[in-house]
């Protein structure tokens, strides 16, 4: 896929946990972790809200495209 979260870096920088940031937007670990590696296809714009309210960012700042070769 072209387009890469980084959601683990923004967390890293915040330093802020799974588990934290999770009870804080109010999602289940196991489907923020599967966000946060990437194993997901999409993504619900409330969930991108809640994690950039959070982290105070902006969704360009998780989310990447990367060009095909």
């Known amino acids: 896929m072209a387009i890469i979260l980084r959601l683990d870096r923004m967390?890293?920088?915040r330093?802020?946990?799974l588990?934290?940031?999770a009870e804080k937007i109010g999602i289940?670990?196991?489907n923020l972790s599967?966000?946060?590696t990437g194993k997901v296809s999409a993504i619900r714009f409330s969930t991108l809200d809640a994690i950039c309210d959070v982290?105070?960012?902006q969704p360009g700042d998780i989310?990447?495209?990367k060009r095909k070769e």
């Open 28 to 30: 289940a670990n196991v």
């Open 63 to 65: 989310l990447e495209h």
């Open 34 to 36: 599967k966000i946060k």
């Open 19 to 21: 588990n934290d940031l």
């Open 55 to 57: 982290l105070d960012c």
């Open 11 to 13: 967390m890293a920088d």
């Open 15 to 17: 330093k802020i946990s």
